[in-house]
């Protein structure tokens, strides 16, 4: 009979505790209690802003990330037509071991300057070195033509009466020196590399031999005859030549 009264009793205690407390008289404000919850409110509001806010600010970085990573992979996507591969043909010469690149293998054909600079320059090195006794003169004229400054004098010295070097002296009329280019390379817009090699035919034996040649050239707009002009009508000159030997001569028996 008891247990009902404390029951009761814990009820009441419990309500009176947590209940707030009402301003007595002379009071000016709300009591402890009702101040307490009113902080308990005001708290949690500041607690859902800022998660609120927060949150925001998350969605915000992350679709401004999202935006800079799409800029990056289509600025990438937009670069990738102008990678582009470029084989090259590497040249290596049997007897010399000399190694040659080759121009890229590009649809296209030589410009026109350049291919009639390259046959300047081939028609150049072929009437200085070629030695044909039946053709002496006009190799010699032709060659004199296409020179000037010291490649002119070194090849007036060559044939010189006065050098015991005259090719005429050494080689007589009976030997011929045949020219064969195998390739014309430019360094820069005044200067060919150009390796090519020379057959000696004797009566007894053919000596052969490569060489590599530096010709350093311009254009010249000075005036010059109508015969000049047939010639030489661009007004090509060769102001330096210069020749190395690349390999030892070989010398085959002579073909009867």
Known sequence: MWELPFRRLSRRALHEEFAPIAPGPG??????????YQEGGTWEEDRTLWKNSSLSIAWIIAAVMTVIALGAIVSLASLAPLKTFEPYMIVVDKSSGFVEVKRPMAEGVLSQDEAVTMFNVVRYVKAR?????????????????????DAARDLTEIFSPANPKNPVKLLGATTEVAVSVKSVTFPNQRTA????????????????????????FRYSGSPMSNQMRFDNPLGFQTTEYRRDQETVPAATGAEK
Not at 193 to 215: C, M, P, Q, Y
């Open 193 to 216: 590399l150009v390796r090519f090699g020379t057959d000696e035919k004797s009566a007894s034996n053919i000596v052969h031999r490569d060489w590599v040649a530096l010709v350093r």
């Open 27 to 36: 009071s000016s404000g709300t009591g402890e209690g009702a101040r307490y």
């Open 129 to 149: 070195e070629t030695y044909d006794p039946k053709a002496l003169k006009d190799n010699f004229d032709l060659a004199q033509l296409l020179s000037t400054g």
